[in-house]
């Protein structure tokens, strides 16, 4: 187990965290989105390393609307006792980032201010080579862990083995102490569910695999991204249109699915249309024009609408909707276009 600050500061006389920034701090981002655990997961790893380890620190977290599906971005920083964090500005620069969905990737650069020696943890069952390949990263350190299994066969979500990822690529922490809040913290809210975590957090600290490549001359890691302003004066919209409503027939829901997603079974499918009426995406694609009875059939599912909040599956009266654990591409494969006109460019 890693030594607590303290111990390590005092036997080596250093007054900075290993890994830290140019101002002293040490900078953690999880990139998630609303209801894996992300927010809770800051608040334990900040209260771990200022009440049980005596650091300075900060934790907040960002986000829309606070619903399951939607971004959700939680920061913290580090410092050593005597020094004072006074600053809450988000951390664009990072010396870890935890990525807690692996579709988030897909819609903005997850890495983003990451430096040339950082950590990315991911939550995938991909190798780190393939995760390096896939987002271009040219240097540092790729950690995958199949965090979603972990959280399934431990009947937990997936914060806490993230949590035990994160704890292990950080050279100061003591995992003890992170173990130690997360008993407190969850025995206010279910104690029945403390011991299942801890088991997810060892099992997160246990089974992460990492890679490291060293950067080249001159490498400085990601660059920095700032979001810009959609608007200026000069070409804002006239005040209450809504250009880009969030019923958009352009808007593709797939980083909102929780690692599952409906498998459409067309052998044993009756075709009665529940599944419609229940979904609440209307992602089921329909054909009018088939032969024989009944006249309207069920073609498939666009998954690009699709959320996975696995509806249908429940109300499917044949068992031709199942519950599948979503694995990379397989969605792209076996979607069916709701709107096969957008695929070619816009026209009708």
Same mark, same amino acid.
């Given at each position: 187990?890693?030594?607590?600050?303290?111990?390590w500061?005092?036997?080596?006389?250093?007054?900075?965290?290993?890994?830290?920034?140019?101002?002293?701090?040490?900078?953690?981002?999880?990139?998630?989105?609303?209801?894996?655990?992300?927010?809770?997961?800051?608040?334990?790893?900040?209260?771990a390393?200022?009440?049980?380890q005596?650091?300075n620190?900060?934790?907040?977290?960002?986000?829309?609307?606070?619903?399951?599906?939607?971004?959700?971005?939680?920061?913290?920083?580090?410092?050593?006792?005597?020094?004072?964090?006074?600053?809450?500005?988000?951390?664009?620069?990072?010396?870890?980032?935890?990525?807690?969905?692996?579709?988030?990737?897909? &819609?903005?650069?997850?890495?983003?201010?990451?430096?040339?020696?950082?950590?990315?943890?991911?939550?995938?069952? &991909?190798?780190?080579?393939?995760?390096?390949?896939?987002?271009?990263?040219?240097?540092?350190?790729?950690?995958?862990?199949?965090?979603?299994?972990?959280?399934?066969?431990?009947?937990? =979500?997936?914060?806490?083995?993230?949590?035990g990822?994160?704890?292990?690529?950080?050279?100061?922490?003591?995992?003890?102490?992170?173990?130690?809040?997360?008993?407190?913290?969850?025995?206010?809210r279910?104690?029945?569910?403390?011991?299942?975590?801890?088991?997810?957090?060892?099992?997160?600290?246990?089974?992460?695999?990492?890679?490291?490549?060293?950067?080249?001359?001159?490498?400085?890691?990601?660059?920095?991204?700032?979001?810009?302003?959609?608007?200026?004066?000069?070409?804002a919209?006239i005040?209450?249109?809504?250009?880009?409503?969030?019923?958009?027939?352009?808007?593709?829901?797939?980083?909102? =699915?929780?690692?599952?997603l409906p498998?459409?079974?067309?052998?044993?499918?009756?075709?009665?249309?529940i599944?419609?009426?229940?979904?609440?995406?209307?992602?089921?694609?329909w054909?009018?024009?088939?032969?024989?009875?009944?006249?309207?059939?069920?073609l498939?599912?666009?998954?690009?609408?699709c959320?996975?909040?696995?509806?249908?599956?429940?109300?499917?009266?044949?068992?031709s909707?199942?519950?599948l654990r979503?694995?990379?591409?397989?969605?792209?494969?076996?979607?069916?276009?709701?709107f096969?006109?957008?695929?070619?460019?816009?026209?009708?």
């Amino acid at each position: 187990m890693p030594a607590p600050v303290a111990t390590w500061a005092a036997s080596t006389g250093a007054d900075v965290l290993p890994g830290a920034d140019d101002d002293g701090f040490f900078g953690i981002r999880f990139e998630s989105i609303g209801g894996l655990g992300a927010h809770l997961a800051g608040q334990i790893l900040a209260e771990a390393g200022v009440l049980r380890q005596g650091l300075n620190g900060a934790h907040f977290s960002s986000y829309g609307s606070e619903k399951k599906g939607t971004p959700v971005k939680s920061f913290v920083r580090f410092c050593p006792a005597d020094r004072e964090v006074r600053t809450s500005s988000p951390i664009e620069s990072p010396q870890v980032v935890a990525v807690f969905h692996e579709a988030l990737a897909r &819609s903005f650069d997850v890495a983003a201010g990451l430096s040339a020696t950082g950590t990315l943890i991911v939550n995938t069952r &991909s190798a780190p080579d393939e995760i390096r390949e896939a987002l271009g990263l040219r240097s540092g350190t790729v950690a995958v862990l199949d965090a979603l299994g972990i959280a399934l066969e431990e009947k937990t =979500r997936v914060n806490t083995a993230m949590l035990g990822a994160v704890v292990r690529t950080c050279p100061f922490f003591d995992s003890d102490a992170v173990k130690e809040t997360i008993r407190e913290k969850l025995s206010v809210r279910n104690a029945s569910v403390v011991e299942a975590n801890l088991r997810t957090f060892d099992r997160g600290y246990r089974e992460l695999r990492c890679m490291t490549w060293s950067p080249a001359p001159g490498d400085t890691g990601r660059p920095v991204q700032r979001a810009a302003p959609a608007f200026g004066y000069l070409d804002a919209p006239i005040g209450g249109v809504i250009l880009d409503s969030g019923n958009s027939i352009l808007k593709n829901l797939s980083t909102s =699915r929780q690692g599952f997603l409906p498998s459409y079974d067309p052998d044993t499918c009756s075709h009665c249309g529940i599944c419609d009426i229940v979904c609440p995406d209307l992602c089921f694609v329909w054909s009018d024009d088939g032969e024989g009875e009944p006249a309207v059939r069920l073609l498939g599912i666009d998954y690009h609408y699709c959320k996975g909040c696995l509806k249908c599956v429940d109300a499917c009266p044949t068992g031709s909707l199942t519950e599948l654990r979503e694995e990379n591409g397989w969605a792209e494969e076996h979607r069916v276009p709701l709107f096969p006109w957008l695929e070619l460019g816009g026209a009708a």
